[in-house]
């Protein structure tokens, strides 16, 4: 079972959008495949529409006797089942505050599916917390979206730093480019400079209405834009990446 987290530490990055693509085609590759919509914000729940079976429920999923079973749904696809998003804050806030007696529990509760499931996906919300930790001590990957900018550079660094400051292994952390525009000089410089880092994807996300449009018909590109180049880029983005999970 490999654990992929789409993480950044800000939003409107492209986190989700990619969370909810590369899931639906891990699993029409045939893997069997769970996601998890940890944001609070609960957009993959609602891309995947999907509700949660129970409100609170996010503190049964972490307490110590916890049965994640119970929250897992089957998909509207094959061979993908989704646990949605609780979206009060109160719930996120006991989340938080559960994981706080240790960095590894989040890892301990997914240890169980190690043999129904080839892939988790984790969609996570942004910042630094006990969650975040959580986050990265249980996931084999931890999988970037930058857009090629100033800003993003930055937090780019900052997560860097940070794996580092909490002893977390950084061969983790890889990334990617979304929302590219090579029209801008400003992203072209950006991406040549940053593919030096050796922790980017050849491929990437370009800046496509057809990604916007996901929220309008709530499925992934493939479903209503099969033939765009959006859907195109992700199937090559997700080869690549899956390729270099699998080796």
Known sequence: MVIIALYNLKGGVGKTASCVNFAYLAAKDGYKTLLWDIDPQGSTSFYYQAKAKYKGGIKKLV?????????????????????????????????????????????????????????????????????????????????????????????YEMTKDYFKEKSIDLSKMMCFFTMADLRKNMHNEIMETLYKDKKFFENYIPYLSDVEKMGVHRVPLEEFAKSGYAAKCYRDLWQEIKEGVLE
């Open 63 to 155: 307490e110590k006797d916890a049965d994640i079973e119970e929250a897992i749904m089957a998909a509207n696809y094959e061979n993908l089942d989704i646990i949605p998003a609780d979206v009060s804050v109160k719930s996120f806030d006991v989340m938080m505050e559960e994981l706080k007696s240790s960095k590894k529990r989040l890892k301990s509760l997914l240890q169980p599916f190690n043999k129904a499931y080839d892939f988790v996906f984790l969609d996570c919300p942004p910042g630094f917390s006990v969650l975040a930790e959580n986050i990265f001590n249980a996931s084999d990957i931890v999988l970037m979206p930058v857009i090629p900018t100033t800003l993003s550079i930055r937090t």
